[in-house]
């Protein structure tokens, strides 16, 4: 049964808590009037991403053997039929475009998830080799999540918010395909046929780019004329825990080489943990209680 769970990949399902950035911005995160069908777009996510998740598995067994982690996953290791497999995704896929019509039947949530299924089945059936794109089309779910959760919660989905959702993932994608080019170079086996469009030196410039860049789009953010209309100068103080929590990023990059995947650095790296609690709190004191005292001018 265990090896079934791990099959689905749940740990990863952490990815869908971006369907709550858009109402959280907005200063709507508990509504109760959206709050619920947020958490039904989550399950609909999470079920169509390890629906795809069993598929790329399928497909990758023979690559997956060759990884000293991947090898270990229920269909690289054997311990899960494959027929089985690709079963259980179907069943995962009609899931979730079944809560996807059941939170909008409006279907306009329906066409994101099935935007995002699509685009995703291209990745695993063939753009995941193509360098460049492959780090794209990962940035561009991530974005569709949060445009995800601005439909359900009835919210505008501002242009800094898209920039940044796309800019973060971006940068969290370089820093796993670096993790991938040091493997490469320390075993001599190629774990995917993008790498081949990567290298150690193009991957740590790119780092560098799009660090610079996220920082400034975020402070931007945070100065910007609706955000400052509603809350005043106050939302800049959180760019400090922004700031920290990618220096720390860097870090597990360049000093560990462990960036190899973001969910696991959020799940065992207490320095990210509370970097992101913190994060959390000042935006929560922000923009939920406007009338503390202490962050007045």
């Known amino acids: 049964m265990l090896d079934y769970i791990k099959l689905l990949r749940p740990k990863d399902w952490v990815k869908n808590s971006f369907l709550f950035i858009a109402p959280f911005f907005a ?7 959206h ?4 958490v039904g777009g989550v399950i609909a996510f999470s079920f169509l991403a390890s629906s ?87 940035a561009v779910g991530f974005v569709l999540r949060v445009k995800g959760g601005s439909v359900l919660s009835e919210v505008d989905m501002s242009e800094w918010l898209t920039i940044m959702t796309f800019l973060l993932a971006i940068f969290m994608a ?41 920082i400034v789009s975020y402070i931007n953010y945070t100065v910007s004329g609706a955000l400052y209309k509603h809350f005043g100068h106050r939302l800049y103080y959180t760019s400090l825990f922004v700031i920290a929590g990618i220096m720390r990023y860097l870090q597990i990059t360049f000093i560990q080489n462990k960036a190899g995947s973001p969910t696991e650095i959020l799940y065992k790296d207490r320095f990210i943990q509370i970097t992101l609690l913190l994060w959390i709190a000042s935006f929560y004191l922000i923009l939920y209680m406007k009338d503390v005292t202490f962050f007045d001018k």
């Open 52 to 138: 795809i998740y069993i598929i790329n598995d399928y497909r990758d067994i023979e690559s997956d053997r060759k990884h000293p982690v991947k090898s270990k996953r229920p269909l690289a290791s054997g311990k899960v039929n494959k027929q089985v497999a690709l079963i259980i995704s179907i069943i995962l896929f009609f899931a979730g475009i079944l809560i996807s019509y059941l939170v909008d039947p409006s279907l306009k949530f329906l066409f994101i998830t099935a935007i995002y299924y699509v685009l995703n089945l291209a990745y695993s059936f063939g753009m995941k080799n193509v360098s460049i794109v492959d780090i794209i089309i990962v």
């Open 35 to 38: 709050f619920g069908l947020l």
């Open 27 to 33: 200063g709507r995160l508990f509504d109760p009037a």
């Open 174 to 214: 370089i820093a796993k395909r670096r993790d991938d080019v040091m493997l490469k170079l320390s075993t001599g086996v190629d774990m995917r046929k993008s790498m081949n469009g990567y290298s150690l030196e193009f991957l740590n410039l790119l780092l560098g780019l799009f660090c610079a860049i996220l």
